[in-house]
């Protein structure tokens, strides 16, 4: 019955079906979706580390099939609203320390740049690889990364530009957040970035997609 229970929540995520009222995908539609089997999971005594790694799982195979250009952005966000959702029954697990995050990251799109599309959509895969995520918003100033920095020193800052002239912001937030934190792990993504410039600014790291960069991270976390 458990495994049953955690197989239909991990079909769920790798499909995108929210909730019972989700009209998508259609071969689902009124069945109950990942909101109502992780509470079902949960009442019937499954560990919560169990339902959190059956969730990172599934969030592993929407990833991989979106790398593999096998699903796109549409989808790829039905699975992580449905990630979420699950989620929030293990809030309180996480709460109470019963249940381990992988680590901490601070999330935000640097300052001059109000697009959030695909922020949210790291932030997510990033949250459903079983890492807490502390999201500043867009349009974030130097500062603010930097008071997020010195509130939770353990954490590794993700920071998103998605235009030419924006892209240039980074290296001052870098910079700040090194002066005084120098052993902060900094990774940075958006459409007109490479690898080559993520060096040449000072980052740690550059997530071409979601991916990447939860391969990145789980990598400095072991």
């Excluded at 697990?93 to 959030?116: E, N, S, Y």
């Excluded at 910079?175 to 993504?189: D, M």
Aim: aromatic share 6%; hydrophobic share 45%; charged share 20%.
């Amino acid at each position: 019955m458990n495994q049953e229970l955690l197989q239909k929540l991990s079909e769920c995520v790798e499909f995108g079906k929210i909730n019972q009222a989700s009209p998508y995908p259609p071969t689902m539609k009124e069945q109950p979706g990942a909101d109502e089997i992780a509470r079902e999971a949960v009442e019937a005594g499954i560990p919560p580390a169990d339902i959190l790694n059956e969730l990172i799982s599934a969030m592993n195979i929407v990833g991989q099939k979106f790398s593999q250009n096998k699903i796109f952005v549409p989808q790829m966000l039905l699975s992580a609203k449905s990630m979420n959702a699950a989620m929030m029954h293990l809030k309180p697990f996480f709460a109470c320390g019963k249940v381990q995050r992988k680590g901490t990251f601070i999330i935000g799109t640097v300052f001059g740049d109000l697009h959030d599309i695909g922020k949210n959509l790291v932030k997510m895969m990033i949250e459903g690889a079983g890492w807490e995520v502390i999201d500043l918003g867009i349009d974030v100033k130097v500062e603010k990364f930097v008071e997020a920095v010195q509130q939770h020193s353990e954490a590794v800052v993700g920071i998103s530009a998605l235009l030419t002239t924006t892209m240039v912001n980074i290296m001052p937030v870098i910079e700040a957040i090194k002066a005084v934190s120098p052993q902060t792990k900094i990774i940075v993504g958006g459409a007109p970035l490479s690898h080559e410039f993520a060096t040449s600014i000072g980052a740690d790291a550059y997530g071409k997609t979601p991916q990447e960069s939860i391969v990145w991270l789980n990598s400095i976390a072991s």
